[in-house]
């Protein structure tokens, strides 16, 4: 993105030069544009351009009149190339007045003033087919005249401030909708088993690539500017979503492994005390064979309470990441729990924060002073 605009017109100029007073018949005298230089015409050049270029296809597209009292009417089709220093904090939702500066070159306000024909509002006319542009839209323009200062004097200089307003769509499609998309898709991982760690590592981790392309993709048609716009801090806080939901995971299968680790400690010792008990029953029957039928039945009913038996799953189940292990510790994460209501509503809030705050806001730019330039 270049700060400049282009943009093609037809310059108008009129002026009074009392030697070129004539009578007769003819009120208007329509001259070849050829006669433009056998007669004095002002030196107006723009201020701001960076490229000018006038049309000569097939012949110069200028026209030239004179009037019975000496008004002489100047017109000629330009193509001009001017600056337009834009302050992109809003952007893509930023309006921009672009100013274009035109003046007498060598001549001072004591020798030439310039003035608008037709008033502030009428002396610049845009036709209906020109308002809507590719990717802005005038909504209008400011005319004022001004008096620039300089060492070598004061200059009568005209100014116009075409204000643009940018429009949304192109960037809504391609970068503000997949950013929306790729952070609910990383908060699918949520309803994932916890026991599914290799599905829910993937889907973060390509969640934060995607963010991570988009965000590198939607700052390649912006300036190389030192302040973050509107667009870099949606992608910022989406980029924060989506790391969130891979360091929520992390945390989930932390805690689970802590939980795992608690189970099988408790397993191991419950074990143990389980086993102490076998081997006092045994010392027992040994000290007294008599009782011998009935301490076999009491062990053989304490093994038969020890020893649960195990559910047996299919093979086809077994094998799948979406079944636990161990079915003691299956369950939906209390983190998760959480997440999937906090994640959302977060989300959801700063959404119509941001679009409440730049949609209503004013972020035309305010028209500059030349001397600021």
């Known amino acids: 993105m270049e700060m400049e605009y282009t943009m093609d017109m037809f310059f108008r100029q009129m002026w009074v030069d009392e030697r070129l007073k004539f009578e007769g018949p003819i009120e208007i005298l329509r001259l070849n544009n050829m006669m433009v230089d056998k007669i004095w015409t002002p030196d107006t050049f723009f201020r701001n351009s960076k490229k000018s270029i006038a049309h000569n296809m097939t012949t110069p597209n200028k026209m030239f009149r004179i009037m019975q009292n000496g008004t002489v009417f100047y017109t000629m089709r330009l193509t001009i190339s001017a600056e337009c220093p834009m302050l992109l904090h809003d952007f893509p939702m930023d309006g921009h007045a672009c100013p ?31 308002i809507s ?10 005319l004022y005249s001004e008096t620039y200062k300089i060492h070598t004097g004061h200059y009568s200089v005209q100014v116009v401030h075409f204000r643009l307003q940018r429009k949304l769509g192109y960037y809504l499609i391609q970068t503000y909708v997949p950013l929306i998309m790729v952070v609910v898709l990383s908060q699918v991982g949520f309803w994932i088993n916890k026991e599914s760690v290799p599905a829910r590592t993937v889907a973060g981790i390509t969640t934060v690539l995607t963010m991570t392309t988009l965000s590198i993709s939607a700052r390649e048609c912006l300036p190389k500017v030192s302040y973050a716009t509107a667009m870099d801090w949606f992608i910022a806080v989406c980029f924060a979503f989506v790391a969130s939901a891979l360091i929520e995971f992390a945390a989930v299968n932390y805690f689970a492994t802590l939980q795992a680790v608690q189970f099988h400690r408790k397993k191991r010792k419950m074990s143990r005390q389980s086993d102490s008990v076998v081997t006092t029953a045994s010392d027992d029957e040994a000290g007294t064979p008599d009782s011998g039928s009935l301490h076999s039945f009491k062990q053989q009913r304490s093994n038969s309470v020890i020893s649960e038996p195990e559910q047996r799953l299919p093979m086809f189940l077994q094998s799948g990441s979406a079944i636990p292990a161990n079915m003691h510790l299956a369950g939906t994460s209390p983190i998760d729990s959480y997440s999937r209501v906090l994640f959302p509503l977060a989300f959801g809030s700063f959404n119509l924060f941001y679009w409440f705050y730049y949609l209503y806001k004013d972020t035309m730019e305010k028209p500059r002073a030349l001397m600021n330039l």
Do not use: C, H, M
């Not at 001072?108 to 003033?113: F, G, L, P, S, W």
């Not at 542009?133 to 400011?142: A, I, K, M, S």
């Open 133 to 142: 542009l590719l990717q802005y839209d005038l909504v209008g323009q400011t």
């Open 100 to 130: 274009l500066y035109f003046g007498s070159y060598a001549y001072t306000n004591r020798e030439i003033v310039y003035t608008w024909r037709k008033g502030l509002e009428a002396s610049v006319d845009v036709p209906p087919e020109s």
